[in-house]
């Protein structure tokens, strides 16, 4: 049997290869491990396109699938245009306060970004506890500002925005309240974290990035977290890397509750947090522009060759960056 998370990636990667279905020449990126959405010729541009689901939480649900993938359009150096949604809610459960709420969420969150809705379907079903949403983002971008997962290149810096566990700090807080509230967290702390939902967005953060410098691979680390998010890079681009574990900035409201929950922030869900790659002469151009626009940001590592593998420096030990299917935070759903 499977169990909960991502699939394994060599079990994923025969899957895209031996079911395609058909060849289409105007396809520039098409499924590939690591690739955070699909690219398609459009004349004198790329549509861009991306689906995913929100499954982890119910609480501000909508808002999360308009944000999750919009990120993933946000790393190809697209600008999100237009959302659809596939909306499915628990039979015996579902109340038209409930359906409103979610419409609302999505409606609001694309406000925000200056995306139209155009459509999607809603139902109510069987053997759900919870209302999941699939949400289905395309966007554009000018041909020569393309970004992909896969360009990273040897001797480029690993630059991180934010910090980690952005998502998660949001999901477990949200998930969590009424027993942290027993475990004595004031209700400061938790609004805080509850309120990194509202620091997801990494579309700003990518943008800036693909106006300044040549920007050679963008990702949106989310299930299997930062580790896996880097897992993804090296993979896609047929590299290794080496990254300092003193570097990596974990928020502090994170660090406690991954604390409290024994999770471990590197393998812990963190949309929220744009990795990113650019020569090292490009880097500090970049890392300036961030400050200006009040995003914080750091150097991380760096890309090598492929041969290196992919390590983490960890208290003077250069030890295996270790990639997992299951993602920290289910531990908290168990």
Known sequence: M???????PNFLEKLMKNYPGVEDNRLIVGPRIGEDAAVIDFNNRHLVAKTDPVTFVSDEIGWYAVNVNANDLATRGAKPRWFQSTILLPENKTTEEMVEKIFSQIS????????AIIGGHTEVTYNLDRPIVIGCMLGEVEKDKLVTTS???????IILTKGIVVEGTSIITREKEEELREKGYSDSFIKKCKNHLYNMSVVKDALIANETVKVHSMHDPTEGGLANGLHEIAQASNTGLLICKDRI??????????????????????????????SQKESKKLLERYKTAGIRASIIGKIKDKSYGMKILDENQIKNLEYSEKDEIIKIFE
Request: hydrophobic share 35%; aromatic share 4%; net charge negative.
């Open 2 to 8: 499977i169990s909960l998370g991502k699939l394994n």
């Open 151 to 157: 360009g990273a290149k040897s001797g480029d810096d």
């Open 108 to 115: 609001y969150a694309c406000k925000e970004l200056d995306v």
């Open 249 to 278: 900035p974990v928020l502090r409201e994170s660090e406690i509750l991954c604390k409290e929950y024994n999770l471990n922030p590197l393998g812990t869900i963190t949309s929220g947090t744009l990795i990113l790659t650019t």
